[in-house]
């Protein structure tokens, strides 16, 4: 069976700047999206993740985040059930994101995944 670990956001960002391969997920909302996003970010709002399980393999590294990190641990422990591997949730979601002084970009800068 699969786990999950946690990352901080200073941690993603070095990761991010690294350009290592991460394949980014925010799990909120469209109306939560809408006030920004993290960079490389791939949009899939938490109600559309159990029909799209297969987005998540093959990735040597997934981080999930939503607002504070409650639901984007929810996603974790459900993909991690499913067998997916190298799964990470951003510690504080993009609110500790943001505290930590990190950029947030438009929406209009993500990728939907669906």
Not at 47 to 67: A, E, Q, T, W
Request: neutral net charge.
């Amino acid at each position: 069976m699969s786990t999950y670990e946690t990352i901080s956001a200073d941690e993603l960002a070095a990761l991010l700047t690294s350009k290592e391969p991460v394949f980014l997920v925010d799990v909120r909302s469209a109306a939560e999206t809408a006030q920004g996003v993290i960079e490389r970010a791939h949009l899939l709002p938490l109600h559309l993740v159990p029909m799209n399980v297969d987005k998540f393999k093959g990735h040597s590294r997934v981080v999930i985040y939503c607002h504070s990190g409650a639901r984007s641990g929810q996603v974790c422990y459900f993909l991690a059930q499913r067998g997916i591997e190298g799964l990470f949730n951003l510690e504080g979601g993009i609110l500790f994101w943001h505290m930590g002084g990190h950029p947030v970009l438009p929406v209009s800068k993500a990728t939907p995944l669906v």
